[in-house]
């Protein structure tokens, strides 16, 4: 790049201000760093931005066309996580924006914390600290299970799920997986075994979601393929919200179908994580529905939800921002940048 460019830096928190105020990125780019989301920012801030040639941003930004139209001169996103359905492909494509993200950041921290939640699920640790709070005891309410034994399917086996697995395994799991391209090394370790997508609803105690979200696997998990597991299942969810029906899953929870569901991550998640609630009365009222679905999954004793947050550990968080700021520095500099388009 010939002159210096402007880097906007949006869904930036404390530290992730701290680190990049301390790196060289600084040195060659005019940086602008926001807390808030880039399609919060005013339309004339925006404005003023407009000259931007990168953008990093993670999650909870929407890069959608009309967002992403007011950046005539944008060459590069560069996201700080690991999937992107946050952003308009198709509009990068047409407009030859570069996207790259960071991947194999978090395999250890993500499963490490999906294996936390589902501890948490099926010894009710949460429930039991929450009565015990309230001075309530009453044990007979407690009773878990055990995980050594029970059947757990692993619905993609990239760099998180595999780590999943092997986790499962050390607890004595009977772990099978679903994913078009098999880890062998998975196999011929004897860490798990590959299943029909079917097959592994059907087989399966536990059924942990860690793939991506596609166009073709939206609500993937809703009434019919609840229908097809296991009553009693327990349902893990660290990928995308855009995996689940938030209303087939209540339904199924309330029912008794579903045993209890840990979630990191919701469909529409920004109106429970941010209390978007304009965003509830400018949609439609499928919108409408499943973020009320979301809220009544709160209020359920067997559903544990957290605020995206399986990705966040000190460890993580800094390959994060070093992955990231690299992937600025080397498209500044005109050298390979992996991208995802």
Excluded: W
């Amino acid at each position: 790049m010939g002159s210096v460019p402007l880097v906007i830096f949006c869904d930036a928190d404390e530290s992730t201000r701290s680190y990049l105020e301390q790196h060289r990125v600084r040195d060659v780019a005019n940086c602008i760093i926001f807390h808030e989301c880039l399609n919060d920012l005013g339309s004339e801030t925006l404005r003023q931005l407009s000259g931007a040639e990168i953008i990093s941003t993670f999650v909870y930004s929407n890069l959608s066309a009309s967002v992403l139209e007011k950046f005539k001169n944008l060459k590069l996103i560069a996201t700080r996580s690991t999937g992107y359905n946050n952003i308009d492909l198709n509009y990068c494509r047409k407009h030859g924006i570069r996207v790259a993200n960071v991947s194999g950041y978090g395999e250890v921290t993500v499963a490490e914390y999906a294996m936390g939640m589902l501890l948490n699920l099926t010894r009710k640790i949460e429930f039991a600290n929450n009565k015990l709070r309230n001075g309530i005891v009453k044990v007979e309410d407690d009773v878990g299970i055990d995980l050594c034994g029970k059947t757990v399917g692993i619905i993609g086996t990239g760099a998180v799920g595999s780590y999943f697995a092997k986790l499962c395994h050390a607890f004595g799991c009977n772990t099978i997986a679903s994913d078009p391209f098999p880890n062998q090394k998975l196999v011929d370790s004897g860490i798990c075994k590959y299943v029909d997508t079917a097959a592994l609803l059907r087989e399966s105690d536990i059924v942990a979601l860690n793939c991506p979200a596609t166009d073709s696997n939206y609500h993937f998990i809703g009434s019919d393929t609840i229908a097809m597991m296991k009553d009693g299942v327990y349902i893990i969810n660290i990928a995308r919200g855009e995996l689940i029906d938030p209303m087939a899953l209540y339904e199924a929870v309330v029912a008794g179908k579903v045993k209890g569901a840990g979630l990191d991550v919701l469909d529409y998640e920004n109106v429970i994580i941010k209390n978007d609630m304009e965003s509830v009365k400018s949609s439609d009222q499928s919108f409408a529905l499943y973020s009320l679905a979301n809220a009544k999954l709160l209020q359920l004793p067997n559903v544990i939800i957290t605020p995206h947050i399986a990705f966040n550990s000190k460890d993580a968080i800094l390959k994060i921002l070093k992955t990231n700021t690299q992937i600025i520095l080397d498209f500044i500099d005109g050298k390979p940048v992996t991208s995802v388009i």
